[in-house]
């Protein structure tokens, strides 16, 4: 079982299809095939389980996991520049004379496409959390372009797929700052010691401190004058470290050793039986987590 190290956040608006096997025959309109020698991208579902389960959905408990897989070619401009000044002195001392712009643009395309079948692949998987309950959707990417990504697949995929942020009444980044500048966090979480402060003005400066009391004067004469709290590193019930952006994602998400022994009696040579205990426990705390903060956020101020 992977265990989410990025969290975007998601709300759906309409109720996803629950029918499992009505959702697999959609997946599988998309499943994930191999780039063809002449193409740069492809993306598709895999089996979560990889070849311990070949569904390309993954329940239980209301819960849906799903994995979106990217291939891409890559070809180092190093590579292609080289190639392409090869072919045009090769050309241009056949020709006894110099290439045209258009034609030295012309030529890099068919450099590009030569090389192409030629490139290595880079692979890179999408884990895609669906909590039917609450109507939450979780993606575990690092930026919101391959989330969107994910999510332009599995619109796709479904015919049609309406999920927006979450969004609040304050500022995510007002909230933080009033947390550290008033000391009074929500219960169950606890401040670490990094975070990254930004001037509301246009010319302002950004801050960035690790191993920082938060509570320090120095930070309190920051926010004095005018920095807002963008990122800030928190700890949830002694059991999950993250870093929470101003736009409400979560990064470098860590389930601590506490938690994840909860399941250390199961014999990892069951790897079906560790796979459902470990996803049960991650959504569980998630989901517990993801309460606690859209209550703290929904609430502020009293």
């Given at each position: 079982m992977i265990w989410f190290k990025n969290l975007m956040m998601y709300q759906l608006q309409c109720p996803l299809e629950k029918d499992s096997s009505e959702l697999e025959k959609k997946l599988a309109n998309f499943a994930f095939i191999p780039c063809g020698p002449q193409e740069k991208v492809r993306v598709g579902w895999i089996p979560p389980m990889g070849s311990h389960k070949d569904t390309l959905s993954y329940q239980v408990n209301r819960q849906i996991l799903l994995c979106a897989n990217k291939e891409e070619k890559m070809l180092p401009a190093s590579v292609i520049k080289q190639e392409l000044e090869r072919q045009i002195e090769k050309l241009e001392a056949q020709q006894k004379r110099k290439l045209k712009k258009t034609e030295k643009a012309s030529l890099k395309d068919q450099v590009f496409y030569d090389l192409l079948p030629r490139a290595f692949s880079r692979f890179q998987k999408t884990w895609i959390w669906i909590d039917t309950i609450h109507q939450i959707m979780i993606l575990d990417a690092s930026s919101t372009k391959r989330a969107e990504e994910a999510l332009a697949l599995l619109r796709q995929s479904l015919g049609s797929l309406a999920v927006v942020p979450f969004t609040f009444k304050h500022p995510v980044e007002f909230i933080l700052t009033e947390w550290i500048r008033s000391d009074n966090l929500p219960s169950g979480f606890a401040l670490m010691e990094e975070a990254e402060l930004k001037s509301t003005l246009t010319e302002g400066g950004t801050i960035r401190c690790k191993n920082q009391n938060l509570y320090?004067?120095?930070?309190?004469?920051?926010?004095?004058?005018?920095?807002?709290?963008?990122?800030?590193?928190l700890e949830w019930q002694e059991s999950i470290q993250f870093i929470l952006n101003q736009d409400l994602s979560l990064k470098r998400v860590n389930f601590l050793e506490v938690l994840r022994e909860k399941n250390s009696h199961i014999n990892k040579k069951e790897v079906a039986q560790c796979f459902d205990a470990d996803f049960v426990l991650m959504t569980y705390e998630l989901t517990e987590l993801i309460k606690n903060m859209i209550s703290a956020f929904s609430r502020y101020p009293e």
């Open positions: 320090s004067d120095e930070i309190a004469l920051h926010i004095k004058s005018g920095k807002k709290v963008t990122r800030l590193a």
